[in-house]
């Protein structure tokens, strides 16, 4: 049977992508391989639109976040993060692991933070040094509106804006030096069509005088080390030198499709996942939804093992489960990466397979057309 | 030209190990990866010869460096360290970064640490928490006794024994339980013939309580997060799926070959190395030489741009240059992970090329005499 991955990461990794990266290893002080580091360097700019550094960790994108907290803040600095799911809890988690004073801000899953709730929360703590936010939070399929909060913490405040962009870049319209953000983490297995294993970080120039002065230990995390050896074409410790040139391989596939051209495809295949699901009665999760991934409430009725044990089982379709509280809730449907209309058409197909194999009504292939009237319309 | 490469890591990686990680991507939720990751942690038992738990984290060696020395211990606690070489040395600047209490041995480059030297400072220092050294120092190409070291410490002290196995694992002798040892780290771009992106780490029971009793703040390092993920054969944050499948491959090369087998090649790779090189008029770095990478003095009034320009344009080699003061003076060819006796012949040939062709006089022939010799002896 085809096995097919639909989950918000690992994503689905092109057949170019893996080939590249199965040809013979080069050491990464080779000149062929700093060639290939200087132009992974270049693009990564093109992808966070910035003019500013993006470097590149031999980590996942945990790794990069723990990087961003331990480089450019000093223990004891308050930042504020926001709890609407695993991800944001995440920058909580790693705030009061590393600088010991964090103002969490909660919101519900499924619900965006608004702009004036931080914009309060920074009224209320103005010696907040970073605002650590989640742009697209994997765990409820949820899109928060960095480009307002940015203007609201720049308005009003001289916190660092420090984003969690793993599943939001390469998806949602991102635009570090227009938007004023100062760190914007990625991972490699999401929007980048690639394994995990490699985490990018954008810094602006406000980011490089935080990290000059922070006062946290770190060491293999350093951002510091990292700018510098970025400079050079370099890394500060060997890199995962295969994951590097997979990456430039999947940066150039980005670059000729153009960036605002995957921003829209991933705009229209989440609008065209969440028609086919509504058609088939499935309640949407979230009310600010993501484009890289759309989390669905299951039907009434449908026990979760059953209905994924014949969509993966029979189906060959694996989705992401619930998290938390939400296992056997609802499930997620990815679309970030390497996708296209055709896969919507599919995926939304094997559902309908899927609950007519476990007994429960609708109408048969109203959500595939559906699908087909979201992209024809 | 044909590309070979002589390095100590990145090292070759076999067509076999390439071509699986080329497969398509699997989720690592998925029953099918999970069987893998618990395959790859019963194998790397194997090859530490322990039947304690072996970890796998997504980064260079150098962050399994970091996650032994923040998980392990806490703010304060003395560690002793080595200095005689590049990676002694951050052993060094890791203790100094996190529990910032470092008594740090030096010894001359190319010379191995004695167990009497570890003896007197752990006398000197009873209050010793973490005795950390290199097994294989690549720096240098030199080897220390680990086994006596060990030895020494656990009759003399309750400090913990944490090793740099980076370069050493799959090409020494490495006895974890039998030894002794609390930690041993490796890297996947070593002799274990992968590309580099992922550390792993061997730990004691006693290297366990430590990790509970720990109070450096860590995170993507957490030792502790990574036993507890280890116990349900998963890990705390997403892996590096592509190349966890790559080491189960290279894992099976492993355990087919044997890794008494594995040792005593690398042993007479090493040296065959040495003696071609002596033949060759070139004097050897260390004097106590490393199975791994054979660091010799690049010969009177040969200069390395010229010598290195020839070898790597002309005949397609790449070798490892000197660090540090040793820049220019030295270079390093290794011997560790997919090599075999022809491709020592092979090396030694290459050499005889290059300094033929840089003018450099030397008996024609000398040097692969030596190492057929070698090997037939």
């Given at each position: 049977?085809?096995?097919?991955?639909?989950?918000?990461?690992?994503?689905?990794?092109?057949?170019?992508?893996?080939?590249?990266?199965?040809?013979?290893?080069?050491?990464?002080?080779?000149?062929?391989?700093?060639?290939?580091?200087?132009?992974?360097?270049?693009?990564?700019?093109?992808?966070?639109?910035?003019?500013?550094?993006?470097?590149?960790?031999?980590?996942?994108?945990?790794?990069?976040?723990?990087?961003?907290?331990?480089?450019?803040?000093?223990?004891?600095?308050?930042?504020?993060?926001?709890?609407?799911?695993?991800?944001?809890?995440?920058?909580?988690?790693?705030?009061?692991?590393?600088?010991?004073?964090?103002?969490?801000?909660?919101?519900?899953?499924?619900?965006?933070?608004?702009?004036?709730?931080?914009?309060?929360?920074?009224?209320?703590?103005?010696?907040?040094?970073?605002?650590?936010?989640?742009?697209?939070?994997?765990?409820?399929?949820?899109?928060?509106?960095?480009?307002?909060?940015?203007?609201?913490?720049?308005?009003?405040?001289?916190?660092?804006?420090?984003?969690?962009?793993?599943?939001?870049?390469?998806?949602?319209?991102?635009?570090?030096?227009?938007?004023?953000?100062?760190?914007?983490?990625?991972?490699?297995?999401?929007?980048?069509?690639?394994?995990?294993?490699?985490?990018?970080?954008?810094?602006?120039?406000?980011?490089?005088?935080?990290?000059?002065?922070?006062?946290?230990?770190?060491?293999?995390?350093?951002?510091?080390?990292?700018?510098?050896?970025?400079?050079?074409?370099?890394?500060?410790?060997?890199?995962?030198?295969?994951?590097?040139?997979?990456?430039?391989?999947?940066?150039?596939?980005?670059?000729?499709?153009?960036?605002?051209?995957?921003?829209?495809?991933?705009?229209?295949?989440?609008?065209?996942?969440?028609?086919?699901?509504?058609?088939?009665?499935?309640?949407?999760?979230?009310?600010?939804?993501?484009?890289?991934?759309?989390?669905?409430?299951?039907?009434?009725?449908?026990?979760?093992?059953?209905?994924?044990?014949?969509?993966?089982?029979?189906?060959?379709?694996?989705?992401?489960?619930?998290?938390?509280?939400?296992?056997?809730?609802?499930?997620?449907?990815?679309?970030?990466?390497?996708?296209?209309?055709?896969?919507?058409?599919?995926?939304?197909?094997?559902?309908?397979?899927?609950?007519?194999?476990?007994?429960?009504?609708f109408e048969y292939g109203s959500g595939v057309s559906a699908v087909q009237k979201a992209f024809l319309s």
């Amino acid at each position: 049977m085809k096995k097919r991955l639909f989950t918000p990461g690992p994503t689905p990794v092109p057949e170019n992508v893996m080939l590249r990266m199965a040809a013979p290893i080069i050491h990464h002080r080779n000149p062929e391989f700093v060639e290939i580091l200087s132009r992974v360097h270049a693009d990564l700019k093109y992808l966070f639109q910035t003019e500013q550094p993006v470097v590149v960790l031999s980590s996942s994108g945990t790794g990069g976040m723990e990087a961003t907290v331990t480089s450019l803040f000093s223990p004891g600095d308050k930042l504020i993060t926001v709890n609407g799911g695993k991800f944001g809890e995440r920058w909580g988690q790693l705030a009061k692991t590393f600088t010991g004073n964090c103002v969490e801000l909660t919101v519900e899953w499924g619900t965006a933070v608004q702009p004036e709730q931080i914009l309060e929360a920074l009224k209320n703590n103005p010696d907040t040094k970073g605002v650590l936010i989640t742009h697209s939070e994997t765990s409820t399929g949820t899109a928060t509106d960095i480009k307002a909060i940015a203007q609201i913490v720049r308005e009003n405040s001289d916190a660092l804006i420090c984003v969690d962009g793993i599943t939001a870049v390469g998806a949602h319209e991102v635009r570090f030096d227009e938007w004023g953000l100062d760190a914007c983490v990625t991972g490699s297995q999401k929007g980048l069509m690639m394994p995990p294993g490699l985490a990018m970080i954008a810094l602006s120039e406000r980011a490089a005088k935080a990290i000059e002065a922070s006062k946290t230990p770190n060491y293999y995390f350093s951002l510091k080390k990292a700018l510098k050896s970025h400079a050079k074409d370099d890394t500060p410790y060997t890199p995962a030198v295969s994951l590097v040139i997979g990456l430039d391989e999947s940066l150039q596939m980005i670059k000729a499709e153009g960036i605002e051209n995957v921003w829209k495809r991933h705009e229209r295949l989440a609008n065209a996942c969440r028609e086919g699901c509504a058609a088939l009665g499935m309640k949407l999760f979230s009310n600010s939804p993501s484009f890289a991934v759309t989390p669905v409430w299951l039907p009434e009725g449908v026990d979760w093992k059953t209905f994924n044990k014949a969509l993966k089982s029979d189906n060959g379709i694996t989705v992401a489960a619930g998290q938390d509280e939400y296992k056997g809730k609802i499930f997620r449907i990815s679309h970030l990466g390497f996708y296209d209309e055709l896969d919507m058409l599919l995926v939304i197909g094997a559902l309908e397979f899927t609950l007519k194999q476990i007994g429960h009504p609708f109408e048969y292939g109203s959500g595939v057309s559906a699908v087909q009237k979201a992209f024809l319309s």
